[in-house]
């Protein structure tokens, strides 16, 4: 009779790789499923829906790109809402000014991505304390010079600019078309953040983030993958800032304030750093939780969140994307447990009936 081999033994027979092939098929299957939900719901859902939904994928964006340079690579930023800020009103003056939908979208990425890499060139070589107070500073200049621009920005009233409406060929209502344009724009950059995570410069901003002088001793320069994260992070807040004016159509300095920052951090940590699909559940959290807290008790919003955060840093410091992984350990201790209490009962009857 042939002996089992253990379950994470490299010389199991080659009949038992059939297991990863099933988990997949089954990734594959919820995937698409969801796909298909998403797709779906607008259609079903009402009005007051549909933009809440938008306004999910408008932050999730926003948390993926604090991501790209907290989660991944390791740096502090607590200026991530600048670039957001900064990407809505450059938004906002493509189309007061009629300029092409695509050539609005270009300038709201690329604008604050030129503003982050200068940015980057000193904070990259800086770390702890200094590159924190480095991005602070971003949102609390960035409000009294919006303020000031009065005419890039509409001074301390702000500045609104409608160009979402749903084309009269596609059937749709408008708030069922901003809900379909944010969800292809950001499925694509979620996308492309996963690829480029999962790649070689993935690999390269994880080394850095645990170690730079291995980084350095591997040929891997921490300043230049820093400065490119940071990059890459401020690019991806402008793109969040171009969903932002789809769907509210508004903004205003209250959009560069600070605390808005400190919401996009705790979304992070709550959904879980360095995790795609944690972004997605900052993004919902960002959302969702503060409505919730509102109906519950107006006065104590802010307890009420701050209490969420610490219980999930206490509870899951992996934030809500590493439950399913918690939970699968949790069940395998649970079993390996059992076995171990069963195996000296089965060995005392092997024992009594020899």
């Given at each position: 009779?042939?002996?089992?081999?253990?379950?994470?033994?490299?010389?199991?027979?080659?009949?038992?790789?059939?297991?990863?092939?099933?988990?997949?098929?089954?990734?594959?299957?919820?995937?698409?499923?969801?796909?298909?939900?998403?797709?779906?719901?607008?259609?079903?859902?009402?009005?007051?829906?549909?933009?809440?939904?938008?306004?999910?994928?408008?932050?999730?964006?926003?948390?993926?790109?604090?991501?790209?340079?907290?989660?991944?690579?390791?740096?502090?930023?607590?200026?991530?809402?600048?670039?957001?800020?900064?990407?809505?009103?450059?938004?906002?003056?493509?189309?007061?000014?009629?300029?092409?939908?695509?050539?609005?979208?270009?300038?709201?990425?690329?604008?604050?991505?030129?503003?982050?890499?200068?940015?980057?060139?000193?904070?990259?070589?800086?770390?702890?304390?200094?590159?924190?107070?480095?991005?602070?500073?971003?949102?609390?200049?960035?409000?009294?010079?919006?303020?000031?621009?009065?005419?890039?920005?509409?001074?301390?009233?702000?500045?609104?600019?409608?160009?979402?409406?749903?084309?009269?060929?596609?059937?749709?209502?408008?708030?069922?078309?901003?809900?379909?344009?944010?969800?292809?724009?950001?499925?694509?950059?979620?996308?492309?953040?996963?690829?480029?995570?999962?790649?070689?410069?993935?690999?390269?901003?994880?080394?850095?983030?645990?170690?730079?002088?291995?980084?350095?001793?591997?040929?891997?320069?921490?300043?230049?993958?820093?400065?490119?994260?940071?990059?890459?992070?401020?690019?991806?807040?402008?793109?969040?800032?171009?969903?932002?004016?789809?769907?509210?159509?508004?903004?205003?300095?209250?959009?560069?304030?600070?605390?808005?920052?400190?919401?996009?951090?705790?979304?992070?940590?709550?959904?879980?750093?360095?995790?795609?699909?944690?972004?997605?559940?900052?993004?919902?959290?960002?959302?969702?939780?503060?409505?919730?807290?509102?109906?519950?008790?107006?006065?104590?919003?802010?307890?009420?969140?701050?209490?969420?955060?610490?219980?999930?840093?206490?509870?899951?410091?992996?934030?809500?994307?590493?439950?399913?992984?918690?939970?699968?350990?949790?069940?395998?201790?649970?079993?390996?447990r059992d076995d171990g209490s069963d195996s000296?009962?089965?060995?005392?009857?092997?024992?009594?009936?020899?």
């Open positions: 009779m042939p002996i089992s081999s253990p379950a994470g033994d490299l010389t199991a027979p080659i009949t038992t790789p059939h297991a990863p092939r099933r988990q997949r098929w089954w990734t594959i299957a919820i995937g698409v499923a969801l796909a298909i939900l998403l797709v779906v719901a607008p259609l079903v859902m009402s009005i007051s829906t549909n933009q809440m939904l938008a306004r999910v994928g408008v932050f999730a964006v926003a948390v993926l790109g604090l991501n790209v340079i907290m989660g991944y690579t390791g740096q502090v930023s607590l200026g991530q809402i600048f670039f957001v800020g900064f990407g809505a009103y450059a938004t906002a003056y493509g189309v007061n000014h009629d300029w092409p939908v695509v050539v609005t979208f270009l300038a709201a990425v690329i604008l604050p991505g030129i503003a982050g890499l200068i940015v980057a060139f000193a904070a990259a070589r800086l770390g702890g304390l200094a590159i924190a107070m480095v991005t602070i500073a971003l949102p609390i200049i960035g409000v009294p010079l919006a303020k000031r621009l009065t005419e890039l920005t509409g001074g301390s009233q702000g500045t609104s600019a409608r160009f979402s409406d749903a084309p009269a060929w596609t059937g749709l209502a408008d708030d069922q078309w901003q809900y379909y344009v944010v969800l292809v724009i950001t499925a694509a950059c979620f996308v492309l953040v996963a690829n480029l995570t999962r790649g070689k410069f993935g690999r390269a901003l994880a080394i850095v983030k645990e170690n730079e002088n291995v980084a350095k001793s591997m040929g891997i320069s921490p300043y230049r993958h820093k400065v490119m994260a940071f990059t890459i992070a401020a690019m991806i807040g402008g793109i969040a800032g171009f969903l932002y004016m789809v769907v509210v159509q508004y903004t205003s300095p209250e959009t560069l304030a600070f605390h808005h920052s400190i919401n996009l951090l705790a979304s992070m940590v709550v959904g879980g750093a360095g995790s795609i699909v944690g972004s997605l559940l900052g993004g919902a959290y960002y959302v969702f939780v503060p409505s919730v807290t509102n109906e519950i008790a107006p006065t104590l919003t802010a307890l009420i969140q701050g209490a969420i955060l610490l219980a999930v840093l206490i509870v899951l410091p992996g934030g809500l994307a590493s439950l399913p992984h918690r939970v699968r350990r949790f069940v395998r201790r649970r079993a390996s000296p009962n089965k060995s005392v009857e092997q024992r009594g009936s020899s």
